[in-house]
């Protein structure tokens, strides 16, 4: 495209960025809104123009501030047409900001499906899986692992067609780059014939949870425990691949909004004012509405899916899956020896095999992630302070890795003790960002070693 038939993207000012559980926000200098390759390169070229810093955003699901910049915010969100469908390979290559939702609708009308995603489908596929986004599974993969193709636009205006076969080193560090290379602009995906999965979910106890571990983490395709802190109630949730007619779970108004998201959050409403209110409200809320078995049969992004009911402060982190049963009675000690400590529900516990990508959580061991939570009821703060650091001081100790979507305290020098290959990824990442663009706070803390983000020189 020549530079008279272009289109000028519109730099908008006065833009409030905020996450989706509004616990992080920024004022970018400049917004832009791409709908096409040419519109990141303008974008690229208006960040150099004004000596001006850029990070890519889409959906803001992640609980921490790795879209937040002070310069030019590029959305991509309307980049999300598809480009190219192999009906016979089953390989699909879609803009890079298409929605997981908008994906599993294409491959659902086509017999396809994803082979693994996680608890939504809110986020871009660009964002899932520069951030490592998961399911559970032992011998599943993580979202990146699907990817077979990618085309990255460097801040040198480059464009990269990136694979196995071509620049297979960038390739693997583009797979979980947080932002910090380019802009991802298309992805092709390894896909798989649609199917549907049989779930079962029944409670179990703590103890039986920690005993039998390791024969339940392999009992099935698709395995996660829930532990409801403050007691010794657990749920195993295990879904297998099956060719049975549909039995789609019933949605009951009543029992699973009102009660379940209403009653709920006001129920934690009032722990913030009550704290000790807590155990009661994690038993409760497990005897009605997790004390059944369940089972149910559907497709496999739906199984998949669940409602992350309201805001939250959230934190997970990945530990060697053989060593998660210390991590998890670990924490359930912490608890009781902390009267003061009050826990929401639930603690979440999810598998993922481990891969060959330089910045996944999942590199070089198969993997389990530990999640916690502490709802934010009604927009309100909650306390969590010696809950998360009690949390991340086990996880740390047991060679944790924390998730890159969420926050957390991490310097470069104990982030390389955790990934042998963060030395070979920075060298990639100067290599294609020189200019430090795609470097806002986030990476430059985490990555860089840095304690503040490049400053504006220029304003608008």
């Not at 999810?350 to 590199?363: A, E, H, N, T, Y």
Request: with cysteine; glycine share 6%; proline share 5%.
């Amino acid at each position: 495209m020549t530079t008279a038939s272009r289109k000028p993207i519109q730099l908008a000012k006065g833009h409030s960025f905020q996450n989706w559980a509004k616990t992080f926000s920024c004022q970018p200098e400049a917004y832009v809104r791409a709908a096409s390759e040419d519109d990141v390169l303008q974008a690229i070229e208006a960040a150099h123009r004004h000596k001006l810093p850029m990070r890519v955003v889409g959906s803001g699901h992640s609980p921490s501030d790795i879209a937040c910049t002070n310069g030019i915010m590029l959305n991509i969100d309307d980049m999300n047409r598809v480009i190219h469908i192999d009906v016979e390979k089953r390989q699909v290559t879609v803009e890079a900001g298409m929605k997981l939702h908008m994906l599993n609708d294409l491959l659902d009308r086509i017999g396809c499906a994803v082979p693994n995603l996680g608890s939504i489908s809110e986020q871009t596929i660009a964002g899932a899986i520069s951030t490592g986004t998961h399911g559970t599974g032992i011998n599943m993969g993580s979202l990146a692992t699907m990817v077979i193709e990618l085309r990255l636009i460097t801040s040198s205006k480059e464009t990269l067609t990136l694979s196995r076969s071509n620049s297979p080193d960038k390739f693997a560090a583009a797979l979980c780059a947080l932002g910090a290379l380019g802009v991802i602009t298309r992805v092709t995906l390894q896909v798989v014939p649609a199917f549907q999965i049989k779930t079962e979910q029944e409670a179990i106890t703590f103890r039986q949870m920690i005993d039998n571990f390791e024969p339940q983490v392999k009992s099935a395709d698709f395995v996660r425990f829930w532990w409801f802190p403050h007691t010794d109630d657990c749920i195993v949730w295990k879904g297998n691949r099956t060719n049975e007619p549909a039995q789609p779970s019933k949605i009951n108004w009543i029992k699973d909004t009102l009660l379940g998201v209403h009653v709920y959050e006001m129920s934690l409403f009032m722990s913030t004012l009550v704290p000790s209110l807590v155990p009661s409200i994690n038993k409760r809320y497990f005897e009605r509405f997790f004390r059944k078995s369940v089972s149910t049969i559907d497709k496999s992004f739906r199984v998949f899916n669940f409602d992350c009911l309201f805001s939250q402060y959230v934190t997970e982190w990945a530990v060697d899956w053989k060593r998660a049963p210390e991590a998890l009675e670990r924490l359930k000690k912490f608890i009781e020896d902390h009267p003061e400590v009050v826990a929401h529900s639930p603690v979440e516990i999810r598998f993922v095999k481990g891969d060959d990508i330089p910045l996944s959580m999942c590199q070089g061991r198969d993997t389990c992630f530990i999640g916690i939570i502490m709802y934010r009821p009604y927009g309100f703060d909650v306390t969590k302070e010696t809950y998360w650091k009690g949390y991340e001081d086990i996880m740390n100790d047991l060679g944790g890795r924390p998730h890159w979507a969420k926050a957390h305290l991490l310097t470069p020098k104990e982030l390389r003790e955790r990934y042998p290959m963060l030395d070979s990824f920075n060298a990639i990442r100067a290599q294609l960002d020189p200019t430090d663009m795609f470097a806002n706070d986030y990476i430059q803390r985490h990555l860089l070693g840095r304690s503040t983000a490049p400053k504006i020189h220029a304003k608008l």
